[in-house]
């Protein structure tokens, strides 16, 4: 029964919690919610050969696995409590576990979330997070909160991830190793151990109106929330700045990189200009860059603008998958 | 974009619950726990070619899905509350998408649990839920509490689920399709469609000391509630009922597939004697029928004694994984 091994070499490395009864070990976690608080529920799964190729380093997908779902809570405003993780392995692999652990308990350690449950299984590499956390009642950022006449921020450095995979699509990036050249290798990191931000998050409640966490690309991310808040986006094509790490790259590649790209795992959401320097003051204290990048418009469109005032589109809209 | 539509499909057919304070279609759930209460959380993955074969008609894999986590659930003694679905999909195919959802609410509607969260991705068919409950504080069942002097039972007819994946597999039965025999269709409806002990397990809270589900086999499940606890076990091979639906087989094959089988998800649990008119009232309004097999002794192992007084040892242990 090697499940049961791969469960056990998973549930020593968990950190304790207070409000963990009982963790691993038995048919269910026993959790303690927090009083007056609403939890916050998000899954998301990584296949191997859709979402990350099979010679993706182990630590990198334990971190991933977690991040994506971490950014989630980031998006809602809510502190990480607890995760449960379905692994499927097409074997039995303690050594190749032991090494997705380092990656991924990095993450969970760093912010407080503990492991509490899960199911090890044979299949083809797939790895499937459930994170849970808690926000006091009313006061998560959801997507439909967006009002017309707010600033739209994003955090970060959107487009160096969809960067990195571009080059990795192409044959110039070996993700497998750290890259010599720094700007390669921050490409490299972005992709592969997005920066979750939770702290971002819990400091935006209050002052974000709608948030939303950018997985799929910053344009259809920010359409779901256009979409749930029966608004429009109006963007600026040059609001958003290029970091150093894509300065060698021309503008024609960057910008869809920056705003059709997927996997940047930073926060985009509507505030009132009269906040302005209170989310600046927000991020600062995160440790989070944040630039505004337009404004909230009446209607249902998602609109960029370049420069002269013409309207650029990206030459794909949304996050194409690995394979 | 097939991943929206997909999860839309999905959504519209979701049950209201008053603690769903928002449900699918925002980063994360929004959840109201029931105040004192504490969660229970489980996550179970099923993946083709491991835990099923291709040919598995959808309304079954909706069903049992989600049947072997409100089983988890249910051995806790945890009221079923929300779920969330992560669903790995070859191609984007809404039409086996709404056969395998029929069979997924007619469970999920039965115990009232909403779907409130989920990822459809591409990949190798792939079903992994992650189930929500709540008990009150104090009053989970837990594998810990098995006490020397209790006496051990076992809930329905386990043996029948083992029985049907062995006839599966050897050809002599086909899944696919409604059996005219009765006594076959009554073993391919509990492989493929069992029933959680959901009220079961609620009625056993202030009765059982200890319970687990029969997921794995009766002797490797109620090992785990006597390695958790600290004690041995002492079962009586005749003391499990032979189901009518496996009188037609010889002791020979009916008795591994009762203490070795899988998947039937039955509950196994440990009382006091003085409460044995207490259980069985309990599992008589839940609907569920139950036997006394055996009783906890001091000690680390497991036996079974046979009518004669001998040792007996099922020629495997533990639920062997379909390939």
Redesign the interface.
Known sequence: ?PEFALIDRLRRRVAARDDV??GI?????????P?G???????????????FPAETPPAELGWKTLAVNL???A??G?QPR?C???L?LPQDDAAWLDVFADGFFALADAHGIAL????T????L?L?V????S?P?GA?L???GARVGDEIWVTGTPGEAAAALSLWQAGKLDVTRACADPARETLRQRLLRPTPRVDAGLRLRGLAHA???VS?GLL?DLGHVCA?SGVGAELRLDALPIPSALRGFVPAQVRPWQFAGGDDYELCFTAAPADRDSVAQALAFAGTEGAVIGRVVAGDRVIVVDPAGQPWQPPRT?YQ?FA
Do not use: K, Y
């Open positions: 029964m009864v009982l070990g038995d048919d269910a976690a026993l959790l303690q919610p009083p608080e609403q939890l916050a529920v998000t899954t998301d799964t990584l296949n191997v050969g859709t979402h950014s989630d809570l998006a809602m809510a607890w449960t993780l379905s499927s509490v449950g899960g199911d299984t044979r299949g083809p797939s499937s459930t994170a849970i956390g926000v009642a998560a959801r997507r439909d948030c939303v966490d799929d259809a749930r949304g998958h």
